[in-house]
């Protein structure tokens, strides 16, 4: 079925829409078993709208239930099946859930943003404690407009040294309880940095310094703020005082920065 209600330009992800959401790098372990494996694969895990559980009731689009903020999930996704010898290195599931991370701030149904095709989502099971996956985007049914504001074409450049902020700051934000972006704890972050660098070694590579701390992130990102929230409009000078601000840099763990990361990179 075609797309017929936007939301920012962005089709509605209601259960007729036809969309599917796609995740690359869902790494499960996967047969032989012990001695000789299990060996950790990258799939490509999709879910489909067609799945869409706990939309909205009261409001329907071409008379299904729509996608809502911190309520529907996709009940389940595929391209993962062969992962039996453990499931994904981080919370062990196999053809999961998927849960949006993004919806639109500007429409609301049932007093909750709409989740829209091109939102971000976390895919097989991985609801905030537990998602994996680095990168996830709403494929659309059709092609979709592209989201046009005053500062889209503006030439971003990034603000020296915007995350300095001291060395008892950066130690406070590295050692802090929890992500600000989900509600894994520092304990559970030293778990999930475990698992991922056992996941390397198996696959013969050096493990990745750094994990098991929170990492200093901006919040909204540096970029998003210049090309969507009229930070083009600011001087270089305004702009970096913003970047600077304490306030305004949060403790992330490193699979939420690893998330963020394309959305951020193919703002142009």
């Known amino acids: 079925m075609a797309l017929t209600v936007y939301a920012e330009n962005m089709g509605l992800f209601h259960k007729g829409s036809g969309g599917k959401g796609i995740a690359p790098l869902d790494v499960c372990l996967t047969p032989p078993p012990p001695p000789a494996g299990p060996i950790p694969i990258p799939y490509v895990n999709v879910c489909s709208a067609k799945d869409l559980s706990k939309g909205s009731k009261t409001v329907k689009i071409d008379k299904k239930p729509t996608a809502l903020e911190d309520k529907s999930y996709v009940s389940k996704s595929i391209g993962d099946n062969a992962g039996t010898q453990g499931g994904n290195v ?8 998927a849960y949006f991370r993004k919806w639109s701030r500007e429409v609301k149904v049932e007093g909750k943003g709409v989740g829209r095709h091109g939102d971000m989502m976390g895919q097989n099971a991985s609801s905030p404690d537990v998602c994996f996956a680095p990168f996830a985007k709403v494929k659309a049914a059709i092609a979709k407009e592209q989201k046009s504001d005053s500062c889209k074409d503006a030439k971003y450049e990034r603000p020296d040294n915007a995350t300095a902020v001291g060395k008892q700051r950066k130690k406070e934000i590295q050692n802090s309880p929890k992500c600000h972006s989900c509600p894994v704890t520092a304990a ?42 009229d930070g083009c409009k600011m001087s270089k000078q305004e702009f970096k005082e913003w970047a600077r601000k304490q306030a ?12 963020q990361g394309p959305r951020v990179r193919n703002m142009g």
């Open 188 to 229: 559970k972050l030293e778990k999930m940095a475990k698992v991922y660098n056992d996941a390397r070694l198996i696959m013969g590579k050096k493990p990745m310094k750094g994990l098991g701390k929170f990492w200093l992130d901006h919040k909204p990102p540096l970029k998003v703020v210049f090309k969507e929230y």
């Open 248 to 259: 305004d840099i949060k403790p992330q763990c490193f699979r939420c920065s690893w998330k």
């Open 90 to 97: 981080i919370n062990h599931k196999i053809k999961g859930k």
